[in-house]
């Protein structure tokens, strides 16, 4: 019988980060293969730094990328990209996947910052990202997607959101943009023919104690408190460069 192959890249990155007992933060773990790189750069913090460099083009049709970033007990980790990733069409015709698991322990803190998601015409990308934090974990966690390049029409785009602490379940949100998507995702109701999607997760156990008031931030940006120590900011806009803008006072505002 002659053996299936499955088209497209497989890379998985990997990110361990321990406390050192002295305060700081090592990396017992940091390797990638495929079109993901991790690379330790310089921390300005007593964290460790991490920056996610592309090796490859991607990911194409069929690809199928993971992150798995963990920040034990005590550890301060930090993950950033040094670019924009595209989705690109590949000669696969199934959907390539990107997907990020993050872990988070007791007095631990993870930041996930990366660069913006582009959604190139004709490609086909499916994104989950999972956060499962202890009941004392910090985290932000911020999300950026362009859909096309200037003056370009979208390729389909799903990205699926959850974030669990303690077990329990903060938030689990859907969105699909393009061709093929679900109607009405380019309407009034959802992005209203803005271009730009982001969303910023912050969790703080000081949350529990004094909670962000539900705030419109802008006309197209809203701050939402949830169902624990966490909040919500969802921005659209006509470019990037306006979603950054919105996000980023907000993080000054909320850590």
Do not use: N
């Amino acid at each position: 019988m002659e053996a299936v192959v499955a088209s497209g890249v497989r890379g998985t990155v990997r990110i361990t980060a321990r406390g050192d007992g002295r305060g700081g933060t090592a990396l017992p773990v940091l390797d990638g293969e495929g079109p993901i790189v991790p690379r330790r750069t310089r921390s300005t913090g007593v964290g460790a730094q991490v920056t996610l460099v592309g090796a490859m083009s991607g990911p194409l049709g069929g690809d199928h990328l993971t992150v798995e970033a963990a920040a034990h007990d005590g550890a301060r980790l930090h993950i950033g990209s040094a670019a924009a990733t595209l989705a690109l069409p590949g000669q696969a015709k199934e959907a390539a996947r990107y997907d990020v698991r993050i872990t988070v322990g007791d007095d631990a803190e993870l930041c996930w910052l990366p660069e913006q998601l582009i959604s190139v015409r004709d490609s086909d990308l499916r994104v989950t990202t999972r956060a499962e934090l202890a009941a004392s974990a910090r985290l932000v966690l911020r999300e950026e997607q362009v859909l096309g390049r200037t003056g370009e029409e979208p390729g389909r785009l799903s990205s699926r959101l959850t974030v669990r602490r303690a077990g329990r379940l903060l938030l689990d949100q859907e969105l699909s943009c393009g061709p093929g998507a679900p109607g009405g995702w380019d309407g009034p109701a959802v992005l209203a023919g803005h271009r730009a999607i982001g969303q910023l997760v912050v969790i703080r156990p000081e949350f529990e104690r004094e909670r962000p008031e539900p705030a419109l931030l802008g006309d197209s940006a809203a701050l939402t408190p949830l169902a624990g120590p966490a909040v919500l900011v969802t921005a659209v806009a006509s470019d990037a460069l306006r979603v950054r803008r919105v996000l980023d006072r907000a993080l000054r505002t909320l850590t």
